[in-house]
């Protein structure tokens, strides 16, 4: 029987035999967000169910692992004919779970194709991290259709969120098969103090945060006019990038990276925009959202994805400020009010001066956000995913 609305904590005799379940995946350490969620999703599966037999077929550049209950074996390559290797490595599988991006599948045959092959015995399920328009598409119905098809060969279906499974519906996907269980949130509380010591940051100071690669989309430029407005109210307040080109950076984003400088100067904000222009590794993150107040993500682009920066902030117990698009729709679960139309300045300051001024408003904010990020932890995820994959 299906264990859905149950109680996880139920006896272990009543559920079913330990599964084998393989996720096919980008691995750590590679730079890759694909491989940094399969990471979080495998560890809170091995913490609510240790038994699980887990194993990633996962693309070259992954460290190989071979311990009790978990094997890693790196096997197939973007750029080639994976299909074939990718079978031998998933025979045996209880689960077969794909975690699909654009750009690490493409839109050739060969995903469609390894669908089609792998196991019948083992129930294949496919998470769609990005669902593209058609019409904000440079491809055109490429994406969406795409989208579609992997989801008509697959099993069962996960996607993030309403609007994704909205666009599968509509091009023909059972609603049934397909489920929304959120982008996993890892939570952290680091001290704001020793985080802006560890960091060289302003300790009595009002600190936002923007995180991750300076790309145009992010619009950083939004941000540099929220902060003038602000500074007209309070002089203590500064804008920490914690980020800065990716190796990748297009020249787009180049050209936008030299925009910004340029109007960080115009706009005499030199003194209150702290931006060093570099990666953070992983081990700096927690430290980076627990030195902040308030974190920004003012971004425009029309993707249907989850935005595992958000789960972040929101795991630190931050309050966020957003853009009103699909990627941040899930702030609506904590608080509708903190979304903004995109470059909308005046929207972005009015917002963080209430949440500095007004108590009770912030710790609504606060109690909501701390209630989401531990309905949507990684464990909580995890849970959700054992019980679709023990569905009949």
Same mark, same amino acid.
């Given at each position: 029987m299906p264990l859905t609305g149950l109680p996880f904590t139920q006896n272990r005799e009543k559920r079913l035999e330990t599964m084998k379940i393989t996720y096919v995946s980008t691995s750590l350490p590679k730079q890759c967000g694909i491989a940094t969620y399969t990471d979080y999703l495998i560890h809170g599966i091995r913490e609510v169910e240790p038994k699980s037999e887990i194993k990633i077929v996962a693309e070259q550049g992954a460290s190989p692992i071979k311990q009790e209950n978990l094997e890693v074996v790196p096997c197939w390559d973007r750029n080639e004919d994976y299909v074939k290797s990718i079978i031998t490595n998933t025979k045996g599988a209880d689960i077969i779970h794909i975690q699909h991006e654009y750009g690490i599948y493409k839109f050739d045959d060969r995903l469609p194709t390894l669908l089609r092959s792998l196991d019948v015995n083992a129930k294949k399920v496919i998470t769609i991290h990005c669902v593209r328009p058609a019409q904000f598409s440079e491809r055109?119905?490429? =994406? @969406?259709?795409f989208a579609a098809k992997i989801a008509h060969l697959a099993d069962q279906v996960v996607v993030h969120l309403e609007s994704q499974k909205a666009i599968l519906t509509r091009l023909g996907i059972p609603s049934e098969k397909i489920h929304i269980i959120p982008h996993g949130t890892e939570l952290s509380d680091e001290d704001k103090n020793l985080s802006r010591k560890k960091l060289g940051l302003p300790i009595d100071a009002k600190i936002l945060l923007i995180f991750g690669f300076v790309k145009k989309h992010k619009c950083l430029h939004v941000v540099l006019e929220a902060i003038v407005q602000i500074l007209e109210r309070f002089k203590d307040v500064y804008l920490f990038v914690a980020g800065g080109l990716a190796p990748t950076a297009s020249k787009k984003d180049r050209d *936008?990276? @030299?925009f910004? =400088? $340029? $109007? %960080?100067k115009e706009l005499s904000l030199q003194k209150n925009v702290i931006y060093p222009n570099r990666f953070f590794p992983n081990e700096d993150v927690p430290y980076l959202f627990g030195a902040s107040d308030i974190v920004l993500f003012p971004y425009h682009e029309e993707d249907r994805s989850a935005s595992g920066s958000f789960h972040l902030a929101i795991g630190a117990k931050k309050p966020v400020i957003a853009s009103r698009i699909p990627k941040f729709e899930e702030l609506k679960n904590i608080c509708d009010e903190l979304l903004v139309l995109p470059y909308n300045s005046s929207g972005i300051a009015g917002i963080v001066i209430?949440?500095? @001024?007004? %108590?009770e408003f912030s710790r609504y904010v606060l109690k909501r956000?701390? @209630? *989401?990020r531990k309905l949507t932890s990684w464990e909580a995820v995890a849970r959700q995913h054992l019980d679709l994959y023990r569905r009949p």
């Open positions: 055109g119905a490429v =994406d @969406e259709n *936008y990276a @030299e910004v =400088d $340029k $109007k %960080i209430r949440l500095f @001024e007004d %108590i956000t701390d @209630e *989401y």
